[in-house]
């Protein structure tokens, strides 16, 4: 085992080649973190920090960070609730979205929890599934397989399947029926709870702002636009604003431009609603950060 000390890199965990590979990978560069061709190889150092990633497939993930190996993992919630590590779970990054469920044939006979006493249930996530059941008083017999669960009903392998949906589509494409959701799920931020550095400890804070400057920054949009002096009051009535828009006279006489910030979700809404106020020339601009 690796010892931590202040002249190791810091060294994230990041899946190999799956879901989350390039949206990490994505992340990452986001946050200004630069990286020679990671394609070529399972440890890549970071040009611009002192970071390395290992690239590994997501279940190791959890146990790599436990055990000090990696000192930050990107990860789905799913694996480190099924692995239950002793690792930190810094933040969520609403990306991997999906959830756990409890799937059944169409038209069978199993309705609700009570329903699976004695049923045989495939999954790939056995510790949740038992956990779930166990809770509830509910005995079944859980079959581990690692991948391809959603066939298991129709080989008659098992009654029922617990797996991972997000469109539902795999399940209706098997004949299957969503049932109950046991367990949300996103990409997942954890750290090790070994000892770690100063050095190592003054980055991971850095990267964790830097994400969270991100992540608003993903969430938000620049507008600027053009309108007379006396729609002032009313544009900024309408705009949601993060901090109050800069207003600047234009060389027209009794017209502004306006620059603010406003919130992806109310984007649309505000935009219709700025053209009924007389605002011109609206341009929406993606912001790459926002620190506070
Ligand atoms: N349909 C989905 N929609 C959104 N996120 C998903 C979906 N399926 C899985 N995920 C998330 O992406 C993670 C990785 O999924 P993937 O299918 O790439 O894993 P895998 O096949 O186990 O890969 P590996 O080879 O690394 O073990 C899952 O653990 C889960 O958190
Ligand atoms: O509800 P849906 O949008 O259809 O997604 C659900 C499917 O996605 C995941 O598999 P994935 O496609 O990652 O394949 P894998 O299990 O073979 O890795 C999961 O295991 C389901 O099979
Ligand atoms: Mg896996």
Not at 148 to 170: F, H, K, M, Q, Y
Not at 198 to 204: D, F
Not at 230 to 257: C, F, Q
């Amino acid at each position: 085992m690796r010892t931590l000390d202040s002249t190791t890199s810091l060294r994230i965990a990041v899946q190999k080649s799956g879901r989350l590979t390039d949206k990490t990978l994505n992340l990452l560069e986001g946050i200004g973190l630069k990286f020679d061709d990671y394609k070529r190889s399972l440890l890549v150092k970071c040009l611009n920090f002192d970071v390395e990633l290992l690239l590994i497939r997501d279940d190791d993930i959890p146990e790599y960070v436990q055990d000090g190996v990696c000192d930050l993992g990107f990860v789905g919630a799913n694996v480190v609730e099924e692995d239950q590590m002793d690792v930190e779970i810094l933040r969520g990054l609403n990306y991997g979205v999906c959830r756990l469920s409890l799937a059944v044939p169409k038209d069978g006979d199993i309705k609700k929890p009570e329903d699976f006493a004695g049923k045989k249930i495939a999954t790939s996530y056995p510790g949740i599934t038992k956990r779930y059941f166990e809770k509830k008083g509910i005995d079944v017999k859980v079959i581990t397989l690692s991948g391809s669960v959603e066939i298991a009903p129709r080989l008659e392998i098992a009654d029922a399947i617990c797996d991972l949906v997000s469109t539902g589509n795999t399940l209706k494409a098997n004949g299957l029926d969503e049932l109950i959701n046991i367990f949300d799920s996103e990409t997942q931020l954890i750290k090790t709870n070994k000892p770690l550095s100063e050095g190592k400890q003054q980055l991971i804070e850095k990267i964790l702002q830097r994400i969270e400057g991100y992540q608003k920054a993903g969430k938000s949009r620049y507008i600027m636009m053009n309108a007379p002096q006396e729609s002032v009051e009313r544009i900024k009535e309408i705009i949601p604003s993060l901090k109050s828009p800069t207003v600047m006279p234009l060389a027209d006489n009794g017209m502004v431009a306006i620059h603010t910030v406003v919130p992806l979700s109310t984007f649309w809404d505000v935009m219709e609603r700025l053209k009924e106020a007389g605002a011109t020339g609206i341009v929406m601009l993606p912001i790459e950060s926002m620190i506070a």
